[in-house]
């Protein structure tokens, strides 16, 4: 089979060196993938974005089957159109990935079916938000409806804070068309649970739970990125609260998906808080997450394509996915300066015996060494029998790959430790 993946950070990397493990694959492409995936597929210089040429490539180069992993391709309907010439894929249609395009349209499709998040209003007229705002309760969360790369939500912990997030999200732009409208919605307190799910539309399987660590800095300070490290399984997530969220929120979703008429096939990312009246979504994605993809497909233990092939042929229930009972780490190394303003080009060298625990998202080849090209450079992953050993072990690896500004997290995991005693 020759298999085509669309992106090029380290969640198309865990995803990629995951399907490389299945026989009948012969050939992967990566459009545009990163230098440093350069050993596990065929990078080729076409813009995830750029359906059109998507398209054409797929057609010239006889590909069996495409694997759309960005949140952009994905709205912009990618998968409908490489369908429509005959490519198969795995990832949902343009209107069902409107469940991550649209904030507004989430959280209106969470009212209508009951499914527990926290309450909301929704603006497109800047002055009503900032007059609401006056009687709304403090802290409160102001999210841009449409895709910002993950870092469209500003909490904001006074009134001022408040009516800046607005001021900038729909009258200065910050994130483009995408702040034209708003969702002001309650703050909810509790653990955070990111939890990705292969779904059919008629089957839900949750995969392994994780927990992300947003924060440039340690102790959860600094800046929002879009991830500085993860690990798994989240020990927040027990049985009890997994039994809760397939009944009240994971079934219910798919289900007023398929009533919406817009039945959603591919991976279901649900962003859980463990609130004290039970989980809540704080958000969908349409696609795997990053960096979580890089701690949870370290854990599958039954065949990716094999379940993505059967995700998109709605023959989930006949799949094996099993995933194992071990834990996993994984730091993400970063230029300094990240999120904001840093430098690229520097050499980065990753040593031999830690090259297969590396995920590469941000770097580039050039004249045979790879140099850093992105703000997250690379993540690098450890499974082990226990939390403590995974942490350990991904530090040590970590610690051996080195590049100029590089910076990373000392505390990936702590609060995960702290949780289970």
Same mark, same amino acid.
């Not at 090029?8 to 545009?32: C, D, F, M, S």
């Not at 004290?276 to 979504?281: C, L, M, N, Q």
């Not at 997250?376 to 991904?394: H, N, P, Q």
């Given at each position: ?59 010239? #180069? ?148 994780? $927990? ?33 969220? $397939? ?9 007023? $998906? ?17 609130? *004290? ?7 969908? #994605? ?16 039954? %065949? ?47 040593? %031999? ?10 770097? *580039? ?7 850093? #090209? ?27 790959? #080195? ?19």
């Amino acid at each position: 089979m020759k298999i085509m993946v669309i992106g090029g950070g380290g969640r198309e990397h865990a995803v990629i060196k995951k399907i490389k493990l299945n026989k009948t694959v012969e050939k992967i492409y990566a459009l545009p993938g990163n230098g440093g995936m350069a050993d596990d597929a065929v990078c080729v210089d076409i813009a995830a974005t750029d359906v059109e040429n998507i398209c054409k490539f797929a057609s010239e #180069n006889e590909v069996d089957f495409a694997i759309v992993t960005p949140d952009d391709p994905l709205v912009l309907g990618c998968v409908d159109e490489l369908e429509k010439i005959g490519v198969k894929c795995f990832g949902p249609r343009k209107n069902a990935a409107i469940i991550e395009g649209s904030k507004v349209f989430s959280k209106n499709l969470m009212k209508k079916y009951g499914i527990p998040t926290a309450k909301y209003e929704v603006f497109e007229d800047e002055n009503e938000a900032l007059k609401y705002l006056e009687t709304a309760p403090i802290p409160t969360v102001i999210k841009a409806d449409g895709l910002a790369l993950g870092k469209g939500v500003i909490i904001a912990q006074t009134l001022d804070e408040a009516k800046q997030a607005v001021v900038s999200i729909m009258r200065d732009k910050q994130f483009g068309k995408s702040g034209d409208r708003i969702v002001i919605e309650e703050f909810l307190e509790g653990p955070e649970v990111s939890v990705l799910s292969f779904t059919d539309s008629k089957t839900v399987v949750p995969m392994v739970s994780s $927990m992300d660590h947003k924060r440039a800095g340690d102790g959860d300070t600094g800046l929002n990125t879009g991830g500085m490290g993860t690990v798994a399984p989240n020990p927040y997530y027990t049985d009890e609260v997994a039994k809760e969220c $397939m009944e009240k929120i994971f079934l219910p979703t798919v289900d007023a $998906m398929n009533k919406e008429g817009r039945s959603f096939k591919g991976c279901l990312y649900f962003g859980l808080m463990i609130t *004290k009246d039970g989980p809540k979504v704080i958000e969908y #994605n349409c696609r795997f997450g990053d960096p979580e993809t890089q701690v949870v497909l370290p854990l599958l233990e039954s %065949d990716l394509l094999d379940i993505m092939v059967a995700v998109r042929d709605e023959k989930l229930s006949e799949a094996e996915v099993k995933f194992s009972e071990k834990n996993a780490c994984c730091v993400v190394l970063a230029s300094k300066g990240y999120p904001v303003k840093y430098e690229k080009g520097f050499e980065i060298t990753i040593p %031999d015996d830690v090259r297969e625990n590396v995920f590469v998202a941000g770097a *580039k080849l050039s004249d045979g060494k790879l140099l850093t #090209n992105g703000g997250r450079v690379l993540g690098v992953t450890a499974v082990a029998d226990s939390l403590e050993e995974a942490i350990e072990k991904s530090y040590e690896m970590a610690s051996g790959i #080195n590049f100029e500004n590089r910076f990373y997290r000392s505390d990936i995991g702590q609060k995960a430790l702290n949780a289970k005693g």
